[in-house]
């Protein structure tokens, strides 16, 4: 149900645009799937439910009811260059990282938060703000290293969704920058 998109090598060429690297990225995600609400009754007004990067959740707004309880199981997604990838020195490049919603279904991804880095630290020197897509560099991560973090995210449930569960879609491309 995720469109998950991993997208190692991108080549943009532009004027405005900075130049990428040609070399391979690795990302894996675990688990493979996003985290799911549960089971939820029906709102008459758009309801928005907040997951944190350490999968509490907590409803924001509205007047949907999440029936499940308890903590969800946040993604965790690991950057790394492979072993000993040299190919156009992917482990001296900086890593950009960006996260973008997949709408059209009930339940859809309104903000994303990223949090607990480890392995790499931030090309700005601190993690980025919420926002409805996040875009990220990571520092150059050495050649046997990997980088990890966790995605949360507010989902917002339409006015009137069906009750029961629903699926949510977003894409996370990675990238090498010169």
Same mark, same amino acid.
């Given at each position: 149900m995720i469109r998950f998109l991993m997208i190692a090598l991108v080549a943009v060429l532009g004027m405005? +645009?900075? !130049?990428?690297?040609?070399?391979?990225? =690795?990302?894996t995600r675990s688990p493979a799937t996003a985290p799911t609400l549960g089971t939820t009754i029906r709102g008459t007004t758009a309801t928005t439910?907040?997951?944190?990067?350490?999968?509490a959740v907590t409803r924001t707004s509205g007047d949907a009811i999440r029936l499940t309880g308890g903590l969800?199981?946040?993604p965790t997604f690991s950057v790394n260059c492979g072993l000993l990838n040299l190919s156009?020195?992917? +482990?001296? !490049?900086?890593?950009?990282v960006t996260? =973008?919603?997949?709408?059209?279904a009930a339940a859809s991804v309104t903000r994303f938060r990223v949090g607990g880095l480890s392995g790499a630290?931030?090309?700005t020197g601190s993690a980025?703000?919420?926002?409805?897509?996040?875009?990220?560099?990571?520092?150059?991560?050495?050649?046997?290293?990997?980088?990890t973090f966790r995605l949360g995210m507010d989902v917002t449930l339409a006015a009137n969704a069906p009750s029961g569960a629903h699926g949510f879609d977003y894409v996370v491309t990675v990238e090498l920058v010169r």
């Open positions: 405005s +645009a900075p !130049r990428l690297a040609h070399a391979q990225v =690795t990302v439910f907040t997951i944190s990067t350490s999968g969800v199981t946040t156009g020195l992917c +482990a001296l !490049r900086y890593i950009r996260i =973008t919603p997949v709408g059209g630290t931030y090309r980025p703000a919420e926002g409805s897509s996040v875009t990220f560099d990571l520092n150059p991560l050495g050649l046997l290293s990997t980088a």
